[in-house]
């Protein structure tokens, strides 16, 4: 609720799928759609966007998760980044990240699952493997954020440094603010 009415007072347009438009529409959101023409470039200011497909979960648990889309983000002068959302590390993900090989990947990771069935969202070694996939850095969100995600930002930092990653991987604190260029 606080965030709809801080995106309401400011007038802020979100961008996101047809089927979220409509429902943050209908609490006073102002929306911008993104066609889901997965992997078709769309206009994005004055760059592009486009979207992947995302699983939140496989399995029973999956079955019963919304899946949604990750955006790939490309402005003119900045570096591309890649937001994956909530998702498992799927073979169509990783794909995806090596052809469009961003300088620049957000994915949640602290490994959320419930009392059944896998993960629903990416955990510290599938940090790992993200940034193995680009030669860009990887910024671990969503940790800690709920009860059922048991990865915390220390084993994010301590896989990637076992990793020799600890250079592109970061699990920044809560309200801590990081810099690329």
């Excluded at 498992?88 to 059944?116: C, K, M, N, Y």
Aim: charged share 25%.
């Amino acid at each position: 609720k606080a965030a709809a009415r801080w995106l309401r007072a400011r007038g802020l347009p979100v961008f996101c799928t047809p089927r979220d438009a409509k429902a943050l529409s209908q609490k006073g959101i102002k929306t911008t759609a993104i066609r889901r023409d997965l992997g078709e470039p769309q206009p994005f200011f004055n760059g592009r966007i486009r979207t992947t497909p995302c699983v939140h979960g496989r399995g029973i648990i999956g079955s019963l998760m919304e899946h949604g889309v990750g955006y790939f983000i490309e402005l003119p002068g900045e570096p591309s980044l890649f937001l994956t959302g909530d998702t498992v590390l799927t073979a169509e993900l990783r794909h995806f990240v090596e052809a469009q090989r961003p300088d620049l990947i957000v994915a949640s990771a602290g490994g959320a699952r419930f009392d059944v069935g896998g993960k629903i969202i990416m955990d510290d070694q599938d940090m790992v493997s993200l940034a193995r996939l680009t030669s860009g850095a990887v910024v671990a969100n969503h940790i800690g954020a709920i009860s059922h995600c048991p990865v915390s930002r220390e084993d994010v930092t301590q896989t990637a440094a076992r990793a020799g990653l600890a250079d592109r991987i970061s699990a920044p604190a809560d309200g801590e603010e990081l810099e690329f260029s």
